[in-house]
T-cell receptor, first 115, second 114 residues
Framework: GAGVSQTPSNKVTEKGKYVELRCDPISGHTALYWYRQSLGQGPEFLIYFQGTGAADDSGLPNDRFFAVRPEGSVSTLKIQRTERGDSAVYLC?????????????FGPGTRLLVL | AQSVTQPDIHITVSEGASLELRCNYSYGATPYLFWYVQSPGQGLQLLLKYFSGDTLVQGIKGFEAEFKRSQSSFNLRKPSVHWSDAAEYFCAVGAYSGNTPLVFGKGTRLSVIA
């Protein structure tokens, strides 16, 4: 079946602009995660949704970042007043559970470049 | 605090040679452990996972990993590397129950030479 999809695959913007990154999870997956991967690093957690609500947003770096998942499926990560340091690959994952054990499946990511 | 250490930033092996990628973790509870692979410009693909039971787990593409609780390690192995295995490999740890964010290591880049 279809995996996690993310759009756009690449985004170039200018410092100070607003961007939206979209994630379409695997059908039926209720949990959805956003991670950020800087060059040469492993992914770092940003925010996690269970259904429509943000269950844990402790990884968001500051209040310029926020995310929504209004209908419990597609999620959008929104970044206001972008800074050059926001340049990274933004990864989305959705997860399935088997007897309480969770496995996360990742999308291809959105590569964000802030000039 | 949870953490994952992958001590090797870059490893080069010859095609057909065996491979071992190291992973050590620090986790306050019983961990779930994962290995993901990332090809250039791609997302993360799950190679294998350990939840409980047999400490030697088999994954896709001929990979296996062994969980050693006493050493807090979860090393990835492959008996014979193919050129297509060249990629970045990430070890990750998660909580034993419920939905929790994964904590990733910084990755090991594998190069394969003829």
């Amino acid at each position: 079946g279809a995996g996690v999809s993310q759009t756009p695959s690449n985004k170039v913007t200018e410092k100070g602009k607003y961007v939206e990154l979209r994630c379409d999870p695997i059908s039926g997956h209720t949990a959805l995660y956003w991670y950020r991967q800087s060059l040469g690093q492993g992914p770092e957690f940003l925010i996690y949704f269970q259904g429509t609500g943000a269950a844990d947003d402790s990884g968001l770096p500051n209040d310029r970042f926020f995310a929504v998942r209004p209908e419990g499926s597609v999620s959008t990560l929104k970044i206001q007043r972008t800074e050059r340091g926001d340049s990274a690959v933004y990864l989305c994952a959705s997860s399935s559970q088997d007897r309480g054990r969770e496995t996360q499946y990742f999308g291809p990511g959105t590569r964000l470049l802030v000039l | 605090a949870q953490s994952v250490t992958q001590p090797d930033i870059h490893i080069t092996v010859s095609e057909g040679a065996s491979l071992e990628l190291r992973c050590n973790y620090s986790y306050g509870a019983t961990p779930y452990l994962f290995w993901y692979v990332q090809s250039p410009g791609q997302g993360l693909q799950l190679l294998l996972k350990y939840f409980s039971g047999d400490t030697l787990v088999q994954g896709i593409k001929g990979f296996e990993a062994e969980f050693k609780r006493s050493q807090s390690s979860f090393n990835l192995r492959k008996p014979s590397v193919h050129w297509s295995d060249a990629a970045e490999y990430f070890c990750a740890v998660g909580a034993y129950s419920g939905n929790t964010p994964l904590v990733f290591g910084k990755g090991t880049r594998l190069s394969v030479i003829a």
